[in-house]
């Protein structure tokens, strides 16, 4: 039974893709989940300052990173839209992981065909 969630393969732009999209959804639930609550419920907004722009970083090197993966080809117009708006839901990027994981199989196995 293959594994459902292979090893990063940093080497590949998917690879670089899942890693960066695990990055991006950890630092959005930061924000939405703890540092935006902490801003208008506890009267605390040195928590967005900080992790507003880590996460600002992390969605544009996301999305550099969907660029270079789409790039490289094998992608349909759906997908990219999928893994794109994805990335602006928390969990999102996590949720999308296994398509990712499937993705990056499915093209390994091309090349090797």
């Given at each position: 039974m293959p594994d459902e969630h292979p090893p990063f393969r940093l080497r590949t732009?998917?690879?670089?893709?899942?890693?960066?999209?695990?990055?991006?959804?950890?630092?959005?639930?930061?924000?939405?989940?703890?540092?935006?609550?902490?801003?208008?419920?506890a009267g605390y907004p040195d928590g967005v300052k900080l992790t507003g722009p880590v996460h600002g970083?992390?969605?544009?090197?996301?999305?550099?990173?969907?660029?270079?993966?789409?790039?490289?080809?094998?992608w349909r117009p759906r997908e990219v839209l999928r893994t794109a708006l994805l990335t602006i839901i928390p969990f999102g990027p996590f949720f999308n992981d296994r398509f990712l994981a499937a993705k990056a199989l499915a093209l390994e196995s091309q090349k090797r065909a």
């Open positions: 732009p998917l690879g670089r893709l899942r890693l960066v999209s695990r990055i991006e959804g950890t630092t959005l639930i930061l924000l939405v989940g703890i540092a935006v609550p902490l801003k208008y419920f970083a992390a969605f544009i090197t996301y999305l550099l990173a969907l660029a270079e993966a789409t790039a490289a080809g094998g």
